[in-house]
């Protein structure tokens, strides 16, 4: 069993920045890949960036390249995720994954943070 907690979120205007965390704790050995999702009100969830046990092998959606960068600090067991240039179309809950995977993956994650709040004012 894996426990993720995410933190960091907030209000924010438009064009400023954030940064999120997602702390892993219990069965970290079993973590390999790391994922950011994020859902807002009235829409499905949907994937925003991911990254690979090395922090080598990244992937993100096509609306957040070159605002948003996926990192991780393993000694640490969390994952960040950078938001720059933030838009009011940004604003969502975002949920931080995890996975047993061997690749960077879109889908198939088994673990599930709570969620944190980022809204973006315009």
């Known amino acids: 069993q894996v426990q993720l907690v995410e933190s960091g979120g907030g209000l924010v205007q438009a064009g400023g920045s954030l940064r999120l965390s997602c702390a892993a704790s219990?069965?970290?050995?079993?973590?390999?890949?790391l994922g950011w999702f994020r859902q807002a009100p009235g829409k499905e969830r949907e994937f925003v960036a991911t990254?690979?046990?090395?922090?080598?092998?990244?992937d993100d959606a096509d609306f957040v390249t070159g605002r948003f960068t996926i990192s991780r600090d393993n000694a640490k067991n969390t994952v960040y995720l950078q938001m720059n240039s933030l838009k009011p179309e940004d604003t969502a809950v975002y949920y931080c994954?995890?996975?047993?995977?061997?690749?960077?993956?879109?889908?198939?994650?088994?673990?599930w943070g709570q969620g944190t709040q980022v809204t973006v004012s315009s």
């Open positions: 994954a995890a996975s047993s995977g061997v690749r960077p993956t879109r889908s198939g994650y088994t673990y």
């Open positions: 990254i690979g046990w090395g922090g080598g092998r990244k």
């Open positions: 219990g069965r970290t050995f079993s973590i390999y890949v």
